[in-house]
C-alpha cells in the first residue's frame, strides 16, 4: 500500500467547497481528510484544484497554426479538401508529430490532465498521436479516430487501437454509410463500454442548411432516424428547439467550443439553455485556429453568458470527466483519483473573495505548476 498526505488548500466536492487539511491518499485514490497525522506530509502553499479536462482539440493542427484568417469553415476544414487537408498533407511526419509534443507540452502548462483528440487520417493519424504521447505521462489522451473512407475493415482496425471514432459531421456521409460504421462501433461496444461515438454537429448555419435541403431534417433528427446514438455530440451552435428535446430524451451531452465557433465566425451556442437541460462540457477544437487553454475557455464563457462559475468549473472537469467516461475522475472527493491540477499562489488566487470566480476568469497559463505527489 502506499499512503500519501498532501496538505493544502483545496476545491472539494462538487461544490467547490474552499477545504483546508491533509487529506489521505491510499494506492492513487482519495480517502478523506485526516487530522492524525504531523509527519512526512507533502506539503503544496497554492490551491489544489480537480484536474483540468479538454474535451476536444484537433492536435495535429498545431503544426499549420493560423492559416486562412477570416476564410469560411468549410473552406477550411471541410474534408476532403478542405484548407486544413491540404495544408497537413504537406506536412511530413516528423513535423505533426512535433506539432503535436508542442501541443501536449502547453496543454500540461495550462493544467490540462485529459483531453480528447478527433485524430484524423485514420490509423496513421493515431499512431502519429501515440508517438507523440511516449514523453508525457501527463495530460492523457482519449483519443477518437476517424476513417479515411467507409470502409468496415478499417473502421475495425481504428477501433482496435482507440478510445473510439470521432466523426466530422453526418453530412459528409450517405444514410446506409453512417448506419455501417455505428453497426461496426455497436460490436466493439459490447466488449468494451467505454468506447465512445462522437460526432460534429449543429457547427454552423450551412451544415443546418444542407441537412434540411438534402434529407429533410436537422443532423440531430437525423441521427436519431438512424438509429445513431452518440455518446456525445460537438460544438451544437446551431441546434433546433426539437434537436435540444432529442438530446435530452436521449440523454447525450454537448461539448461547447466557443472560442472556436467565434474565432470561425458561425455563431455562438446557446449555453445557458444548454446548461439547464442537458449535460454540458467544453474543448477548445483547432489548434490551427485556438490555443488550448482551458482557463480561457472558462474566462470567455463567464463574460459572454455569466454562467455561474461554479457551473463553469464543473463544465471543465466532473462534466468532462463524465461525458468521456473517466472512472472515478474530474473531483477531489473520496473515491475519486488523486489526480489534481496545482495552481500557484498568485496573484490570481491571492486575496480572492470568491475562489471559483478567480480560477475561473483569472487563471492563466503562468499559474499552474507541475507539482508531483511522488
Known amino acids: 500500500m502506499i499512503l500519501l498526505l498532501l496538505k493544502g488548500k483545496f476545491l ?20 478523506g481528510f485526516t487530522n492524525e497525522h504531523d509527519k512526512d506530509v507533502i506539503e503544496f502553499k497554492g490551491l489544489i484544484i480537480p484536474p483540468l479536462i479538454n474535451a476536444h482539440t484537433h492536435i495535429a493542427d498545431n503544426s499549420i497554426k493560423d492559416i486562412g484568417i477570416n476564410k469560411t469553415l468549410d473552406e477550411l476544414v471541410k474534408p476532403p479538401n478542405g484548407l486544413k487537408h491540404r495544408y497537413l498533407a504537406e506536412c ?7 506539432g503535436m509534443k508542442l501541443g501536449l507540452e502547453d496543454m500540461k502548462e495550462h493544467g490540462i490532465k485529459f483531453f480528447c483528440d478527433f485524430r484524423e487520417n485514420g490509423v ?15 495530460p ?17 482496425e481504428i477501433l482496435e487501437i482507440s478510445d473510439g471514432l470521432g466523426l466530422s459531421g453526418a453530412n459528409e456521409f ?12 455497436k460490436r466493439f461496444k459490447e466488449k468494451d463500454d467505454k468506447k465512445l461515438f462522437a460526432i460534429h454537429a ?17 443532423e440531430i433528427e437525423r441521427l436519431t432516424y438512424l438509429g445513431v446514438k452518440p455518446d456525445f455530440i460537438v ?66 464563457i463567464y463574460k459572454l453568458y455569466h454562467i455561474e462559475p461554479k457551473d463553469i468549473l464543473r463544465m471543465a ?42 480560477v475561473v476568469t483569472r487563471c492563466e497559463k503562468g499559474d499552474v505548476v507541475d507539482f508531483r505527489l511522488i
Open 124 to 138: 496513421k493519424g493515431i499512431n502519429l498521436l501515440k508517438t507523440a504521447l511516449k514523453s508525457y505521462d501527463y
Open 202 to 218: 449543429a457547427e454552423h448555419e450551412g451544415a443546418l442548411k444542407y441537412s434540411l435541403n438534402k434529407y429533410g431534417m436537422t
Open 92 to 98: 511530413n511526419d516528423n513535423m505533426l508529430v512535433e
Open 12 to 31: 472539494y466536492g462538487e461544490n467547490y467547497e474552499l477545504r483546508k487539511g491533509t487529506l489521505v491518499i491510499e494506492d492513487g485514490i482519495i480517502k
Open 317 to 358: 472537469t466532473i462534466n468532462n470527466a463524465k461525458i468521456l467516461k473517466l472512472e472515478n475522475v474530474g473531483l477531489i472527493e473520496e473515491g475519486f483519483k488523486a489526480i489534481f491540477t496545482f495552481i500557484k499562489p498568485t496573484n490570481a488566487i491571492l486575496f480572492s473573495k470568491n475562489i471559483v470566480a478567480s
Open 174 to 185: 450517405e444514410n446506409d454509410e453512417l448506419k455501417l460504421i455505428f453497426r461496426v462501433f
Open 235 to 300: 460544438h451544437g451552435t446551431h441546434l433546433t428547439n426539437n434537436d435540444l428535446e432529442l438530446l435530452k430524451e436521449n440523454n447525450i451531452p454537448v461539448v461547447a467550443c466557443v472560442r472556436a465557433n467565434l474565432s470561425f465566425n458561425v455563431g455562438m451556442p446557446k449555453l445557458n439553455e444548454l446548461n439547464e437541460n442537458l449535460l454540458v462540457g467544453i474543448g477548445t477544437d483547432n489548434f490551427m485556429a485556438n490555443s488550448p487553454s482551458i482557463f480561457k475557455e472558462m474566462d470567455f
Open 140 to 156: 492523457k489522451a482519449i483519443i477518437l479516430g476517424r476513417p479515411t473512407k467507409v470502409d468496415k475493415k478499417e473502421v475495425e
